[in-house]
């Protein structure tokens, strides 16, 4: 099946792609939103900044989808609800989607929906309703057309690493990728590794579905775009980057200069200069 909509996620000149995920809110942790509480002005920085797109929830999707006019970023809508990233984490964990989610995402206007498939140390409750979501997710968006971006995330021990930490292990990923890809992606949204140097190995597991690596959690600037170039190198298709741009204190800049490593071919020394040109 051609996904039509894909069309307008990746850049036509260079076939990559910068997805901005704002969809932190979503799960109820109160860390998760420090930055970003006015999220009226966080779509409107992120609109006039330009990325390829713009990962939102359903609630907060109208943000983006108001703007009048075709040049902004497309939507990407985030489809399930967990409460995995606390710590010490609650006695009953869950995660659900969204029931209608493709059909609101049809009704919105979005370029693909995405979906979680966790991998959390004792608690392979959640990863089996991960896979439900995603069986059941995967039925409609080949019914619509809609791109399914499946997002494999390994996670550590919460009452060692605290919420949100991933488990940079290139083994566990490449085995939960590959669960991805057999689960039915049309997209792949990964954790990065511990050892950029081994990330050509997702890339191969996951075939010919493009891979998109993660941001993780906030870093310097320069490791940041070296990492991307490495990733980049590695052969994946872009990148989805939440906290490294929201919460900078230049997004716009930031976002000129990760697009420019994406579509320009741009080195971490370029980017930087990017940066410092928009701080003077």
Same mark, same amino acid.
């Given at each position: 099946?051609?996904?039509?909509?894909?069309?307008?996620?990746?850049?036509?000149?260079?076939?990559?792609?910068?997805?901005?995920?704002?969809?932190?809110?979503?799960?109820?942790?109160?860390?998760?939103?420090?930055?970003?509480?006015?999220?009226?002005?966080?779509?409107?920085?992120?609109?006039?900044?330009?990325?390829?797109?713009?990962?939102?929830?359903?609630?907060?999707?109208?943000?983006?989808?108001?703007?009048?006019?075709?040049?902004?970023?497309?939507?990407?809508?985030?489809?399930?609800?967990?409460?995995?990233?606390?710590?010490?984490?609650?006695?009953?964990?869950?995660?659900?989607?969204?029931?209608?989610?493709?059909?609101?995402?049809?009704?919105?206007?979005?370029?693909?929906?995405?979906?979680?498939?966790?991998?959390?140390?004792?608690?392979?409750?959640?990863?089996?309703?991960? %896979?439900?979501? /995603?069986?059941? =997710?995967? $039925?409609? !968006?080949?019914?619509? +057309?809609?791109? *399914?971006?499946?997002?494999?995330?390994?996670?550590?021990?919460?009452?060692?690493?605290?919420?949100?930490?991933?488990?940079?292990? %290139?083994?566990? /990923?490449?085995? =939960?990728? $590959?669960? !991805?890809?057999?689960? +039915?992606?049309? *997209?792949?949204?990964?954790?990065?590794?511990?050892?950029?140097?081994?990330?050509?190995?997702?890339?191969?597991?996951?075939?010919? %579905?493009?891979?998109?690596?993660?941001?993780?959690?906030?870093?310097?600037?320069?490791?940041?775009?070296?990492?991307?170039?490495?990733?980049?190198?590695?052969?994946?298709?872009?990148?989805?980057?939440?906290?490294?741009?929201?919460?900078?204190?230049?997004?716009?800049?930031?976002?000129?200069?990760?697009?420019?490593?994406?579509?320009?071919?741009?080195?971490?020394?370029?980017?930087?200069?990017?940066?410092?040109?928009?701080?003077?």
């Amino acid at each position: 099946m051609s996904l039509y909509r894909l069309n307008r996620l990746f850049n036509a000149r260079s076939g990559r792609a910068l997805d901005v995920a704002v969809d932190h809110g979503f799960f109820g942790e109160r860390s998760f939103i420090t930055g970003i509480e006015d999220m009226g002005e966080v779509v409107r920085t992120l609109v006039a900044a330009g990325p390829d797109a713009v990962q939102l929830t359903l609630g907060q999707a109208r943000l983006l989808q108001q703007v009048p006019g075709k040049d902004k970023p497309a939507l990407v809508l985030r489809t399930d609800v967990a409460n995995v990233y606390g710590n010490p984490l609650d006695s009953i964990l869950y995660s659900h989607h969204v029931p209608h989610a493709i059909e609101e995402a049809v009704r919105l206007d979005a370029v693909a929906v995405c979906v979680n498939l966790m991998q959390i140390p004792d608690h392979p409750e959640v990863r089996e309703a991960n %896979i439900r979501s /995603i069986m059941a =997710l995967r $039925r409609e !968006a080949t019914r619509y +057309g809609m791109p *399914l971006m499946i997002e494999p995330l390994v996670m550590q021990d919460n009452t060692t690493a605290g919420g949100y930490q991933v488990d940079g292990d %290139i083994e566990k /990923i490449v085995t =939960l990728v $590959r669960q !991805a890809v057999e689960l +039915g992606a049309d *997209l792949i949204k990964a954790d990065p590794s511990s050892d950029i140097s081994e990330y050509a190995r997702v890339v191969q597991v996951a075939g010919d %579905i493009p891979v998109l690596v993660r941001g993780g959690g906030r870093v310097d600037d320069r490791t940041l775009l070296e990492r991307t170039v490495a990733v980049l190198d590695a052969g994946v298709s872009g990148i989805v980057y939440g906290r490294n741009i929201i919460q900078h204190g230049h997004p716009a800049a930031i976002t000129a200069a990760l697009m420019a490593v994406l579509h320009d071919g741009a080195d971490a020394d370029a980017g930087l200069a990017i940066l410092e040109a928009a701080r003077a």
